[in-house]
Structure formats: structure tokens, C-alpha cells
């Protein structure tokens, strides 16, 4: 938002004459000792004003964008597969399951309701826009993720037209329920954005950094008076993450990867770099510097019998 309009607000919806309003923007700086531009003056005036002019930022991620082991995940789906609920026992405990299928402009995606939040699922029907919110991603038997729902999880209807990405072919070993495919094996050189693919390869150099995220959310944190603040669940005490930056080698093509927290983990404290691995991951395009890149979200030995089978 524009210093300009900034003003125009404070002064429409505080009932302050555009002088008063430069005035306290002015007497803003002075007291923070020029720490902080017109601009942050201005928000800071606002704020004590009663006003909150941040722009309210659509949370939700597009679906080719989620990977495992997220929380408070948020995204917006059209319908295009319900399952039955299915009714299940082990030992003396029974429960029950549903899953649905959304699906944006960039893939598809398996959203499982387990017993009391199966009651989510019921009004639903093929072509409803819903937005999922609060729910929590894993990994299935075959490394794709999908989206959990838990506690403080909700469906809610949105208005909003979505065009479909085409159900991605059938790939190695087959599909599973919902519609999406496994991760094909392919050639780093044969790569494209979007895909979700494993691949033999091995580590030839990394990169290890700490961010910090709210322990609740694993959002973004932001730093107020010293202190560390979440968007939505105010003053937190940081979660120190790892991050893994590096390159992988197959032999017909070097590219980057990306690896979070336990993953990261697991390369510092194995010592991977260098060892023949199976490697699975989605790509997207590193937006800083436009090249392709992999999402890491699974590292596996060599099974010298599946990989002899796969060249017959």
C-alpha cells in the first residue's frame, strides 16, 4: 500500500484532517529516532489509531505446493471423487473413514476424515468448491502426500469457479485411491515443473541453515519489541528448523534440492552426501532464481532386487 493511500486511510476512517495525519507521522519518526521510515510511521500511527490496514493474504496453498509433514494446512479444492465411509475395528476400538479428492489447476489431492470428522464430509458433493482449513499432511505407502484432518480442522464452501488440472497419467507401479499417480522414476534431465517423481541419485554438495516458525503453525515468524510473533497465534516461542540446500547427481544432469526439518536431519546425522540413495520429491521453479528444483520429502537405500527388476 502506497504511503499516499496510507494517509488517505488514517484520515477517512479516524476522522483526522490530512494534517493532523502528517503531523503525527512526522512526530512517529522523530520519537523512533528515524528507525523507521514515513511508511512504517504511518502503519504504526494507524495501529494506535485502532485501525489495521494489513492486507488481508489468502492463506491457502495450491495443491502441487504441499508436501508432508505440514501443519495448519490451508487450500482451496473442487470435488471430484467422495469415497464411502468405511467402517473399521482393531483390538477392541472401531472407528470410521472417508476420503475426498480435491483438485486445483496444478494436480489432485486425498483428504482423509477420520470418525467424528467424517461428519465434515457429509453435505459434500462432486463440483463443490470448499476451502480445507487446519488440517495436517503425511505421507502415503507411496511417499505422495495427503491431507489429514484433526482437531480445529474445518470444511468451509467457497465461492469460486476452479478449472481441474488433467488426472496425471498412470505412472510407475500403478495408481492408488483418489487418482493421483506415484512418483515416476525418472532422469533428472527429463524433469519438468509440477512433477512428482523419485530419482537415483546421489548428494555432491550441501548447505545447512536454521529458520524459525511458530511451534503451533510452522508459519513465518515476525519479530515485535524483541519478541517473536505469529500472525495467528501471537507471541510464541520460536521452533528452530533445519534446512538443507544442496545438489543432486544422477549422472545425466545436476540439480538443486531443498530438504526440511527431519529430513534435513537426516542428511546431516547419516552423513549422505556422496551415497547412492533413491530420492523422492516434487518439482516446482525456485522463484529467486528461475531454475528448477526438488521439494525433498523422502530418502530411501538402494534395493538392489527392485532395481534389477525395473531393467528387465
Not at 40 to 52: N, P, Q, R, W
Not at 69 to 95: A, C, H, L, Y
Not at 105 to 115: A, H, L, S
Request: hydrophobic share 35%.
Amino acid at each position: 500500500m502506497e504511503l499516499n493511500e496510507i494517509k488517505e486511510k488514517i484520515s477517512k476512517e479516524a476522522k483526522l484532517t490530512s494534517e493532523e495525519v502528517d503531523k503525527k507521522i512526522e512526530d512517529k519518526v522523530l520519537e523512533l529516532s528515524g528507525l523507521v521510515s514515513e511508511e512504517g510511521a504511518a502503519y504504526i500511527v494507524a495501529k494506535e489509531e485502532g485501525l489495521d490496514l494489513l492486507e488481508k493474504r489468502d492463506r491457502s496453498l495450491k495443491i502441487k505446493n504441499v508436501i508432508p509433514k505440514m501443519r495448519s494446512v490451508e487450500i482451496v479444492g473442487k470435488v471430484v471423487d467422495i469415497s464411502d465411509v468405511r467402517e473399521f475395528s482393531k483390538g477392541d476400538r472401531t472407528g470410521k473413514v472417508r476420503s475426498i479428492t480435491l483438485g486445483d489447476e496444478t494436480g489432485q489431492i486425498r483428504v482423509v476424515f477420520w470418525n467424528d470428522k467424517v461428519e465434515l464430509s457429509e453435505n459434500l458433493k462432486d463440483e463443490d468448491v470448499i476451502r480445507v482449513k487446519q488440517g495436517y499432511t503425511k505421507a502415503n505407502t507411496f511417499g505422495i502426500p495427503e491431507i489429514h484432518m484433526g482437531n480445529g480442522s474445518s470444511v468451509e464452501p467457497e465461492d469460486k469457479d476452479i478449472t481441474i488440472a488433467e488426472k496425471p497419467e498412470k505412472s510407475f507401479g500403478g495408481e492408488f485411491s483418489g487418482g493421483i499417480s506415484m512418483g515416476d522414476r525418472k532422469k533428472l534431465k527429463e524433469i519438468k515443473e509440477g512433477d512428482f517423481l523419485e530419482t537415483r541419485a546421489a548428494i555432491v554438495s550441501v548447505s545447512e541453515n536454521e529458520y524459525y516458525t511458530c511451534p503451533e503453525c510452522n508459519s513465518k515468524l515476525e519479530t515485535i519489541n524483541g519478541s517473536s510473533v505469529c500472525k495467528d497465534h501471537g507471541k510464541v516461542e520460536p521452533k528452530k528448523n533445519l534446512i538443507i540446500k544442496g545438489y543432486l547427481d544422477d549422472s545425466s544432469l545436476t540439480l538443486r534440492f531443498v530438504a526440511f526439518r527431519e529430513l534435513a536431519e537426516k542428511i546431516k546425522n547419516e552423513s549422505l552426501t556422496g551415497k547412492d540413495k533413491i530420492f523422492t520429491g516434487r518439482v516446482k521453479k525456485n522463484e529467486y532464481f528461475g531454475d528448477l528444483e526438488i521439494i525433498l520429502n523422502k530418502i530411501d537405500d538402494i534395493e538392489i532386487d527392485k532395481e534389477i527388476g525395473m531393467l528387465k
